[in-house]
């Protein structure tokens, strides 16, 4: 599994998410990091493993209240050799190929914001991005065409990397959402899309708690997962990421 550390930013401050109720983010004090602030945090997932690719959140640009640019870029000047995922709403941080940092960070196209097949489109000749398919427990977030597009063919919006959030699982220490994850899976190979062949990689997001969850996402083919909790309560040590081939 490939294992990308979260990073949710409001305000400024480092928050922990809880299924996806923004307005209850309480800035971070875990067993691993006590300092709600972007380098602290950075630096805690780096004392448990050497990862070089992290997911920031920056939900002030998520909700269309500001945003956390200077922040982020303070992150990527001290740590010259990450990358990152960032999903800054519709307004991305990079919104061209020319931009500082263009290659050192990928634009996270989140459903959830509505955006439409067209936006996605036009965002992926933009700059390098990744398409977001985010869940509630009520459901689907975002245009329906987003996920008729991606999961029937033809499928021009694929992009190579696709996310299952589960937001309603973020945070709970209940396991990931496994049927959804599942029943996305099953669709894509149905296309006879499965990740080797059309290049697309899938990552879930929500819910992991231990190896025990990574290794049954693994079962069901899925490359990468988003951590956050499990690694802020040392759930998943060092020990578990030398276990898996890529979780760099």
Not at 121 to 131: F, W
């Amino acid at each position: 599994m490939h294992i990308i550390p979260v990073i949710d930013l409001k305000n400024g401050q480092v928050v922990l998410a809880r299924q996806g109720k923004r307005r209850l983010y309480q800035p971070l004090s875990t067993p691993l990091c006590s300092e709600p602030d972007i380098l602290a945090a950075t630096r805690a997932y780096l004392s448990v493993f050497a990862f070089r690719t992290f997911y920031i959140a920056d939900l002030n640009a998520i909700e269309n209240n500001g945003n956390n640019h200077s922040t982020i870029t303070r992150m990527l000047e001290t740590f010259t050799g990450i990358k990152l995922w960032i999903d800054a709403g519709l307004d991305p941080f990079i919104k061209a190929r020319s931009q500082p940092f263009h290659d050192r960070v990928s634009n996270v196209l989140g459903s959830e914001t509505n955006i439409s097949p067209e936006q996605v489109y036009d965002h992926m000749q933009a700059a390098d991005c990744i398409l977001s398919l985010d869940f509630d427990d009520r459901g689907f977030l975002g245009n329906e065409e987003i996920l008729k597009r991606v999961l029937s063919p033809p499928l021009p919006i694929l992009p190579k990397r696709l996310i299952i959030m589960s937001l309603a699982c973020v945070g709970r220490n209940a396991g990931p959402d496994l049927d959804r994850v599942g029943h996305v899976m099953n669709r894509l190979r149905g296309n006879k899309l499965p990740g080797k062949q059309a290049g697309a990689r899938v990552y879930a997001g929500g819910g992991v708690r231990n190896l025990d969850d990574l290794t049954a996402l693994a079962g069901r083919g899925v490359y990468g997962a988003l951590l956050a909790s499990s690694l802020h309560n040392k759930a998943i040590t060092s020990k578990d990421l030398m276990s898996l081939k890529r979780a760099v």
